[in-house]
């Protein structure tokens, strides 16, 4: 049988080929007398969310060429069998997505990104032809056959990278989370402490006329994230897919922080990690504006960033959250397909 990838819409990490990393097809049957046929293995479907990429091991090598270590491909034939055996079923080892593959230069194989898709990581062998096949007048009972082929096996690694309209961007304790279930029906984390978020959060905003958007909360960055500080890599790479940044800062500086030198920050860590990333959308959300100090330090971002749009708001009490959405609607909505 085949190894295969099929993209699900209820699965959302890849933390399940953390505990299962070697995926293996089961092997097809031997034949049978009478002229039987040997049953087909079944192909192994594993389960991935959108937005998936998948990187070839280059050096591990992929093929039907490659011994199996550990497998027997070729079985030996029953006594009364008369086709050969069976074919080598596909083997994949995975290993799940860190950031690695931008760092160990994979090549890249597929990239999953429509629910439904299926991709055959590893094919299945053929069978062999049984001594039925060399039957000849003169020879009524042979014993020749020839074997199945072994599967394709390989090493690969997979790399998440969330599918979102727009993307929020910010250091530890922004108010990211909050903001996102400000917005939408998701429910991420939400403390008083940093780095709450470890994972992306993916949450859908609903407008008027059955439009929508879907918003990512991107845990928070800290300076040096371009070259894989803290959990960098595993952070940027999820805003790859957004066509919108919105880069959420601590109005008034309540982490003993200063808005316009942290956006200068995230602009610099998202320009060293992809300049194409860098080119793309982005707006200002000046976050907490309910606390003291809010409004002279939104101040500050107007005349420092005087070009690029600048949204107030409060994620905690409501305020400006329906002008926010608003611009979203415009810039990122679109209707259900």
Avoid at 3 to 25: C, G, I, M, Y
Avoid at 234 to 252: G, K
Wanted: proline share 7%; charged share 25%.
């Amino acid at each position: 049988g085949d190894v295969v990838l099929e993209v699900a819409h209820n699965t959302d990490s890849l933390t399940h080929l953390f505990f299962e990393p070697r995926q293996f097809a089961e092997h097809g049957a031997h034949g049978a007398g009478q002229r039987k046929t040997g049953r087909r293995g079944k192909s192994r479907v594993v389960r991935v969310p959108p937005g998936t990429m998948v990187f070839r091991d280059a050096t591990a090598g992929v093929g039907a060429d490659d011994p199996s270590e550990g497998l027997e491909t070729v079985q030996p034939p029953s006594p009364d069998g008369d086709n050969g055996p069976d074919s080598g079923s596909g083997v994949a080892e995975l290993a799940e997505g860190f950031g690695r593959s931008r760092e160990l230069g994979y090549e890249l194989v597929a990239d999953l990104t429509d629910v439904g898709q299926e991709f055959v990581l590893a094919k299945g062998g053929k069978g062999g032809k049984g001594n039925v096949h060399f039957k000849s007048p003169t020879n009524r009972a042979p014993q020749e056959f020839t074997p199945g082929t072994p599967g394709e096996q390989g090493e690969f690694f997979f790399e998440l990278r969330q599918i979102a309209d727009a993307g929020l961007v910010g250091f530890p304790n922004a108010g990211k989370s909050t903001l996102l279930g400000a917005l939408s029906a998701a429910k991420p984390k939400v403390a008083s402490y940093p780095f709450t978020t470890l994972q992306p959060s993916v949450g859908v905003v609903e407008f008027p006329g059955f439009a929508r958007a879907t918003v990512a909360d991107i845990p928070g960055l800290i300076e040096g994230a371009h070259d894989n500080v803290g959990l960098g890599h595993d952070f940027l790479r999820h805003i790859m897919r957004c066509r919108l940044l919105l880069f959420v800062v601590d109005t008034p500086g309540s982490e003993g922080r200063d808005p316009v030198e942290d956006l200068q920050k995230l602009r610099t860590e998202v320009k060293l990690y992809n300049e194409e990333l860098a080119a793309r959308d982005w707006l200002i959300v000046a976050n907490k504006m309910d606390a003291e100090g809010a409004e002279e330090r939104l101040g500050h971002l107007r005349s420092r960033f005087g070009r690029i749009e600048i949204i107030p708001i409060s994620a905690a009490t409501g305020a400006g959250i329906d002008a926010l959405k608003e611009r979203l609607r415009e810039l990122v909505g679109r209707r259900p397909e």
